[in-house]
């Protein structure tokens, strides 16, 4: 399994940025998908998750900015990111859970190797 992001850059704060990551080796749509984030010297955090069917997961400093979204048929999982912050830099993660639903219990089993935002104010 592959998970391959792209997409991430240097943008002003108050920009958009809309980060891909290409799925393969996998059904994707028997599988959750999800975004993470590594900001410099902070832990991974979770950024939202959409589950095989559709449904969205967000956490709560991202809710209203960022939209997750997925084209089945292009195997490929997007990150919408809107009115960017300075905070919102990090090096953004794809992640594929091991199953069809999400949980903030559940832990991604594929990784793919990141792409990095960085917001400047």
């Known amino acids: 399994v592959q998970l391959q992001a792209s997409g991430g850059g240097l943008v002003q704060a108050g920009d958009s940025l809309r980060l891909s990551c290409a799925v393969s080796g996998r059904t994707f749509t028997s599988y959750a998908m999800g975004w993470f984030r590594q900001a410099p010297g902070k832990e991974r955090e979770f950024v939202a998750a959409i589950s095989g069917r559709g449904s969205t997961y967000y956490a709560d400093s991202e809710k209203g900015r960022f939209t997750i979204s997925r084209d089945n048929a292009q195997n490929t999982v997007y990150l919408q990111m809107n009115s960017l912050k300075p905070d919102d830099t990090a090096v953004y993660y794809c992640?594929?859970?091991?199953?069809?639903?999400?949980?903030?219990?559940?832990?991604?089993?594929?990784w793919g190797r990141g792409t990095l935002v960085t917001v400047s104010s």
């Open positions: 992640a594929g859970f091991p199953g069809p639903y999400y949980s903030s219990t559940y832990y991604p089993n594929y």
